[in-house]
């Protein structure tokens, strides 16, 4: 399968960018590096001594995101972009807002129109709000308790409701 990873630059990102790689994927990564570094992509290549496609671009920007789509046939999406601290969500949640929530939109509209049905969410367990712990998936949702969290709520939902009527287009979340 052609796999686009989104953040593939990133620590959790990297890791499955390998995984896939050694399970004899293709692997295509969008980052725009601000929470990575470049030399996570050749650490990538000489760890599994294949070749992966990079695009230094930001999943926000909607022409980018067109140009991969349209340039590849993408069977699945690994969506790991996006702005990951909760004290600075609380700081700056207009940033994250924008940043964690138009990306998935983009994406989600890419895929829809590209025919990709597989998309991987790395969403948080903060959606699980104040419940006790050990959180369970079958958990309700409480109130998140702060923007960070609030973004990938907002996310889930609006990947569950496309998914609602696409019903080809499958959602994983994980909440971790």
Request: overall charge neutral.
């Amino acid at each position: 399968m052609n796999i686009l990873v989104t953040g593939g630059a990133g620590y959790i990102g990297s890791h499955t960018c390998v995984e896939l790689l050694n399970n004899n994927h293709s692997v295509i990564i969008a980052d725009n590096l601000c929470n990575s570094k470049i030399e996570t992509i050749n650490k990538i290549k000489q760890i599994t001594n294949k070749d992966v496609l990079f695009y230094q671009v930001d999943v926000t920007d909607r022409q980018a995101v067109e140009s991969i789509f349209s340039s590849y046939q993408i069977d699945g999406v690994i969506h790991f972009a996006g702005l990951k601290a909760v004290g600075e969500s609380v700081e700056k949640p207009l940033e994250y807002y924008y940043n964690n929530i138009v990306s998935t939109i983009i994406l989600s509209k890419a895929c829809i129109k590209y025919n990709v049905n597989k998309f991987v969410f790395s969403s948080s367990a903060t959606v699980y709000g104040e419940n006790k712990v050990p959180f369970i998936e079958t958990m309700d949702l409480l109130p998140t308790t702060n923007p960070y969290g609030e973004t990938k709520a907002i996310s889930e939902r609006i990947l569950m409701d496309v998914a609602k009527v696409n019903k080809n287009f499958s959602v994983s979340l994980l909440r971790y």
